[in-house]
């Protein structure tokens, strides 16, 4: 007696050919998505440290103005005018997210009323030759991402 269930060779070899295909297609976009995440996670990152640094400078920590300095592939949260003995915690940027925009800058909180010192600022987060988030801080403080 000649039972008929099972799979023969040819359709095991061709299901297994058919998954290797859409998951060989699949790993290029699951790059890019990942990309996109980590770049988000550190817009948002560096969103709230300014709103941090701008809550020290309202609640006049220290007695000081309070704010972020930028530099390449990290930031610095820092009091009174950023200079390197004022900086108080740092924050890498990894996985290629870079400040492509703004490495050399200040953006600085007023204390008490929490504006930005001098005109509004720009800060571009991304990749090289990708994309990038500009972060916005006007001159009475509002911090806002733009895509």
């Known amino acids: 007696m000649k039972s008929g269930a099972g ?6 070899l061709t299901v297994i050919g ?4 859409i998951s060989a297609m699949s790993v290029p976009a699951y790059s890019v998505i990942q990309k996109n995440i980590n770049l988000k996670n550190y817009t948002k990152e560096i969103v709230s ?4 640094a701008q809550n020290l400078a309202i609640t006049s920590q220290g007695g000081t103005a309070h704010g972020i300095y930028f530099e390449q592939g990290k930031y610095f949260l820092c009091k009174i005018d950023c200079s390197a003995t004022n900086r108080t915690s740092s924050f890498d940027l990894k996985n290629g997210v870079e400040i492509i925009q703004g490495i050399g800058d200040s953006v600085i909180f007023k204390k008490l009323s929490g504006a930005k010192s001098g005109s509004g600022a720009s800060i571009v987060v991304g990749f090289p030759s990708g994309q990038r988030q500009t972060i916005q801080i006007n001159s009475v403080g509002k911090v806002s991402v733009i895509n």
């Open 18 to 21: 058919v998954i290797s295909t």
């Open 7 to 12: 799979f023969t060779l040819i359709e095991l």
């Open 49 to 52: 440290n300014l709103r941090q």
